[in-house]
Nanobody
């Protein structure tokens, strides 16, 4: 099964920035559409962004459009989520996953992983003054 490890979270003040990294366990990311998701306390997991295998037609949730950017570095085998102008509402555990609709991002809002692979440990992002 596909497995991912997320990193880069932390505590940041409102208006600050963080860059999250998504690393695979034992396979190449470049062939997969990769989504970022988040889950805040007491809320359901939601889709944040998605980058297709061919990185055009990226998808962003309306709540992060213009503030977050997802990218991929195939040489380093990493997918990033650059988060700017962070708001307290962005506080959540962030996860990355191969989205269900490979190799594109169709239906990423359904928050289903490809081949029902398990979610990784996630990385905590806390936005607070």
């Amino acid at each position: 099964q596909l497995q991912f490890v997320e990193s880069g979270g932390g505590l940041v003040q409102p208006g600050g920035s963080l860059r999250l990294s998504c690393s695979p366990s034992g396979f190449r990311l470049e062939f997969y559409a990769i989504g970022w998701f988040r889950q805040a306390p007491g809320k359901e997991r939601e889709a944040v962004s998605c980058i297709p295998s061919v990185p055009i037609n990226k998808w962003y949730a309306p709540s992060v459009e213009g503030r977050f950017t997802t990218s991929r570095d195939n040489a380093e085998n990493i997918v990033y989520l650059q988060m700017n102008s962070l708001e307290p509402e962005d506080t959540a555990v962030y996860y990355c996953a191969a989205v269900q609709s490979q190799p594109v991002c169709d239906g990423v809002e359904n928050v289903r992983t490809f081949d029902s692979h398990p979610w990784g440990p996630g990385t905590q992002v806390t936005v607070s003054s």
